[in-house]
């Protein structure tokens, strides 16, 4: 069974910082990619990052330049540090996985930039 936790998230002012982590559990850690998502108050959910088994990462281009997404297989997390932060990055961030032809996700972190 795989698990995501994400922790990290918070308040913080326009042009700040914040480093997001999901922790995933199970052993099939670095064979699969891992993304972030996002969810602002009434939108949909949005694709931010992917990093993939060999380090390859892709990102929405309203983030490029600001985040950037990682991953340490030795501690099984997924970093997302996000950089030179605006209002409209408020969201819950969620990672997720495809595993088993199943998207997992995890419950999610809040963040918030003030403006």
């Known amino acids: 069974q795989v698990q995501l936790v994400e922790s990290g998230g918070g308040l913080v002012q326009t042009g700040g910082s914040l480093r997001l982590s999901c922790a995933v559990s199970g052993r099939i850690f670095s064979a699969y990619a891992l993304s972030w998502y996002r969810q602002a108050p009434g939108k949909q959910r949005e694709w931010v990052a992917t990093i993939d088994s060999r380090g390859s990462t892709n990102y929405v281009d309203s983030v490029k330049g600001r985040f950037t997404i990682s991953r340490d297989n030795a501690k099984n997390t997924v970093p997302l540090q996000m950089n030179s932060l605006k209002p409209e990055d408020t969201a819950v961030y969620y990672c997720?996985?495809?595993?088993?032809?199943?998207?997992?996700w995890g419950q999610g972190t809040q963040v918030t930039v003030s403006s």
């Open positions: 997720s996985i495809v595993y088993a032809t199943m998207r997992i």
